[in-house]
T-cell receptor
Framework: QKEVEQNSGPLSVPEGAIASLNCTYSDRGSQSFFWYRQYSGKSPELIMSIYSNGDKEDGRFTAQLNKASQYVSLLIRDSQPSDSATYLCAVNIPQGAQKLVFGQGTRLTINP | DTGVSQDPRHKITKRGQNVTFRCDPISEHNRLYWYRQTLGQGPEFLTYFQNEAQLEKSRLLSDRFSAERPKGSFSTLEIQRTEQGDSAMYLC???????????????FGSGTQLSVL
């Protein structure tokens, strides 16, 4: 089992709709969860972080965390063509390096 | 611009040559990470430093790879005797260690795209 799993997509969503991205993780000790956005040929850019169960909203983005189910998601409301990118879920691994482990990313396309 | 600088942006080399990449982290960040990313995959952890100490190396990192962070400032990643399988984007990231949530929050540089011919 991979430490962090995402559907690789591609996920295609019409402009103005809600895009829903999902991620599961294997280490129950993980405490910090992040969503990064990566445009083609660019490096990952942090867009959301979440540490407690429930929802966290920032503008059009909402991160949701359910530690019991080991599940984290990202909702993008009113999707725009500029949201077209690969979205990476990252989870901290508490042992050792305090490093982040990334999923393989979900490629999202917003269709005008 | 996150404030993390990487040089060069692109590197093309022939198989068997040595290459070295540089990373300058955000100045107040004491943790520095190297990741590698291939097409269609998420970044894979390679190694990390806290100040000048290299505290962990991934099993992915063969003996041909070496990283340094002299004086706890910039870092270099050297690959000796490059192989075609080393072709990837090499990403550097930094963070600020300390108590509290989110200290693992990483800020990435623009990356070095390595192509081994």
């Amino acid at each position: 089992q991979k430490e962090v799993e995402q559907n690789s997509g591609p996920l295609s969503v019409p402009e103005g709709a809600i895009a829903s991205l999902n991620c599961t993780y294997s280490d129950r000790g993980s405490q910090s969860f992040f969503w990064y956005r990566q445009y083609s040929g660019k490096s990952p850019e942090l867009i959301m972080s979440i540490y407690s169960n429930g929802d966290k909203e920032d503008g059009r983005f909402t991160a949701q965390l359910n530690k019991a189910s080991q599940y984290v998601s990202l909702l993008i409301r009113d999707s725009q063509p500029s949201d077209s990118a690969t979205y990476l879920c990252a989870v901290n691994i508490p042992q050792g390096a305090q490093k982040l482990v990334f999923g393989q990313g979900t490629r999202l396309t917003i269709n005008p | 611009d996150t404030g993390v600088s990487q040089d060069p942006r692109h590197k093309i080399t022939k198989r068997g040559q040595n290459v070295t990449f540089r990373c300058d982290p955000i100045s107040e960040h004491n943790r520095l990470y190297w990741y590698r990313q291939t097409l269609g995959q998420g970044p894979e952890f390679l190694t990390y430093f806290q100040n000048e100490a290299q505290l962990e190396k991934s099993r992915l990192l063969s003996d041909r790879f070496s990283a340094e962070r002299p004086k706890g400032s910039f870092s270099t990643l050297e690959i000796q005797r490059t192989e075609q399988g080393d072709s990837a984007m090499y990403l550097c990231a930094s963070s600020l260690a300390g108590p509290g949530q989110g200290r693992e929050k990483l800020f990435f540089g623009s990356g070095t795209q390595l192509s081994v011919l």
